[in-house]
């Protein structure tokens, strides 16, 4: 694969970009990862994308994440930041006709992208999303309860002490991962990759502590009342043991005319890991379904 990587200049810094170059003509993929303060690692497993339909894609890290780390400015996590650096990369990595798909948090932010009715959006993939988090906080109450009891009470007594931070909430959190993240083993290699490209600051300033303790500055985000204005061909993903649930990823769908939704069946949060196959081959069918809606 001919593989481009390098840097682009953003409002506070430098992010770092990856083009994966295909050999077709066709507008690339533009992928969001997610967070916040995490990294496009994992979701380099699209790579192949780029052979299967001829299509470039393009990952960056956001600003303070991943191989973006620099800055420590808190001022920098924030919302509208984050949506002008995508329109920034946008624009420095010559991404006129784009289609883009987001990750979990990725999600969160292509949807606030798209309402500021940028041109040339060929069309929008959520995967995993979360686009209310109100309603995301509400859902991690209802699987909480699905948890060991033990597990539940250190998690509630942690969070009343105000001792995130330690090894027993960790575990804790590992358990809720195990179940509603991830339900396949990730290699030692990935885990310690991630956890050294991801910036905690920039997740606890925008989110919080944990998946389910949403305490940052996007407690309050919720998209949905402007879910109808979005006009690109849209498709929705999600894992049937998603912590991004299917019925708040079905509830999303229904709001974004003409949108599709595809659940996987045996995955949680991170079906391009659980599922590879089927999340390539049902990313690349809308995508060439998507070239003609759009066009």
Not at 66 to 91: C, F, H, I, M
Not at 161 to 186: H, L, P, W
Not at 256 to 268: D, K, M, T
Request: hydrophobic residues 35%.
């Amino acid at each position: 694969m001919n593989i481009e990587e390098g840097f682009v200049d953003v409002t506070g810094g430098k992010v770092w970009y990856r083009r994966v170059n295909g050999a077709a003509n066709a507008a690339p993929l533009l992928v969001l990862h997610g967070g916040p303060g995490s990294s496009c690692y994992a979701l380099q497993r699209l790579d192949k994308l780029a052979e299967d339909t001829g299509r470039a894609v393009v990952y960056y890290d956001q600003l303070g994440a991943g191989r973006s780390k620099g800055p420590t400015d808190k001022a920098l996590w924030n919302l509208d930041r984050y949506v002008q650096e995508l329109g920034q990369v946008r624009e420095q990595l010559g991404l006129d006709k784009v289609h883009i798909l987001g990750h979990s948090w990725g999600t969160t932010l292509l949807a606030a992208y798209l309402l500021t009715k940028p041109d040339g959006v060929k069309s929008a993939i959520f995967s995993s999303p979360c686009l209310d988090a109100p309603r995301w906080a509400k859902d991690q109450e209802r699987l909480l309860k699905e948890l060991p009891e033990e597990t539940q009470a250190v998690i509630a007594r942690c969070e009343a002490e105000g001792t995130t931070d330690s090894e027993e909430y960790q575990q804790a959190m590992r358990v809720f991962a195990k179940n509603f993240v991830c339900r396949i083993e990730i290699s030692p290699e990935e885990r310690e990759m991630t956890t050294k490209l991801a910036n905690l600051d920039v997740y606890n300033t925008m989110w919080g502590p944990s998946e389910f303790c949403v305490t940052g500055n996007l407690k309050e985000f919720d998209c949905t009342p402007r879910l109808h204005e979005l006009r690109v061909p849209s498709l929705f993903l999600c894992g049937r043991y998603d912590e991004a649930t299917p019925e708040s990823t079905s509830y999303f769908s229904s709001l974004v005319p003409g949108a599709q939704l595809h659940i996987f069946e045996n995955s949680a949060h991170s079906p391009y890991r659980e599922q590879p196959e089927e999340y390539r081959e049902t990313v690349a069918e809308f995508l060439d379904q998507a070239k003609f809606a759009s066009s």
